[in-house]
């Protein structure tokens, strides 16, 4: 009968080491534009970003409630920006940035639910009116405004991304 109480003691201990890494988190995360003149929003659970490793911003965010267990019946959507050359500080990528010069968007409409399936639509950057702004980066808290031109990758579709903010947090170990 050791064994058992032995487990579950180790259990319990495991749980309350764990739980102080969710409340970690200080800053609650937000991303919001408009994307083809609709709204887009994100919330804390699905916006992911990534410290710059190696000098490159990672941001990435799904629609609202897409971390939810059952996840929304709605489209999920995704929006992915990568840019080089980030040193962690406020600064400014202008259109010459954007496409082979350092800075990638991503945009993919209506992610399949099935493994492997295709989205409703991907659009990558295009040549445009593109700007991202890091406006403050405080620790592993950064927050910035941004604006892209993309075209889908099939139908070469225009989307315009406007009025984008965002505050997000490194919240890697």
Same mark, same amino acid.
């Given at each position: ?102 800075? @990638? ?12 399936? @295709? ?23 950064? @927050? ?7 075209? @889908? ?21």
């Amino acid at each position: 009968m050791r064994a058992p109480k032995a487990a579950v003691a180790t259990l319990m201990i495991a749980s309350i080491l764990a739980a102080p890494t969710a409340v970690l988190a200080d800053t609650p995360q937000s991303l919001s534009a408009k994307i083809g003149g609709k709204p887009f929003e994100s919330d804390d659970d699905g916006i992911l970003y990534l410290m710059p490793t190696k000098s490159t911003l990672n941001l990435m965010a799904a629609t609202k409630g897409a971390s939810a267990y059952p996840p929304p019946k709605t489209p999920i959507d995704r929006l992915a920006i990568m840019c080089k050359n980030f040193d962690a500080k406020p600064v400014k990528y202008a259109a010459k940035d954007f496409g082979g010069h350092g800075c @990638e968007v991503k945009f993919v409409q209506g992610v399949s639910k099935t493994p492997m399936g @295709e989205p409703q639509a991907e659009y990558r950057i295009a040549p445009g009116n593109n700007v991202l702004e890091i406006t403050s980066v405080k620790g592993k808290v950064i @927050e910035g405004k941004f604006a892209f031109e993309l075209v @889908e990758v099939k139908t070469k579709a225009k989307l315009s991304i406007t009025d984008g903010t965002f505050k997000a947090e490194d919240r890697q170990k």
